[in-house]
């Protein structure tokens, strides 16, 4: 199967801060399934629905200073049915140039990385 998606998406633990901007009001803090410069996947423990809009901080590894972004949730799908478990599928929807650009840079360093130890 070919690879559709235009962003490199890696599997890369982040963690993400994240509140609904709609009643009910949810908040949690989770960590990333993996990341893209357009998106993030999640493991959430409730079920959001879709086209659910968060307000999320991204914390990267390397930076004090997290990436802020709004995000809407396109999927979501049910993980562990006897535990309550989701994984939902975010789409940014709001990120400033310069944490885009961040974020960017991050994912490349981080695919050089990986690359430079595998070979």
Do not use: C
């Not at 629905?49 to 914390?59: C, E, F, N, S």
Request: charged share 35%; proline share 4%; glycine share 4%.
């Amino acid at each position: 199967m070919q690879e559709k998606r235009k962003f490199v998406r890696i599997e890369w633990p982040v963690v993400v801060h994240y509140k609904t901007l709609v009643e009910p009001f949810t908040k949690d803090q989770i960590i990333s399934k993996n990341v893209s410069e357009t998106g993030v996947l999640f493991t959430v423990y409730e079920r959001l629905a879709k086209g659910t809009r968060l307000d999320m901080q991204i914390q990267t590894p390397f930076d004090s200073l997290p990436i802020f972004a709004k995000g809407e949730v396109v999927w979501i799908k049910e993980f562990e049915e006897h535990r309550k478990i989701f994984e939902a599928g975010v789409n940014f929807i709001e990120l400033n140039p310069e944490d885009r650009k961040r974020l960017k840079l991050y994912i490349d360093n981080e695919i050089r990385q990986r690359k430079s130890a595998s070979d």
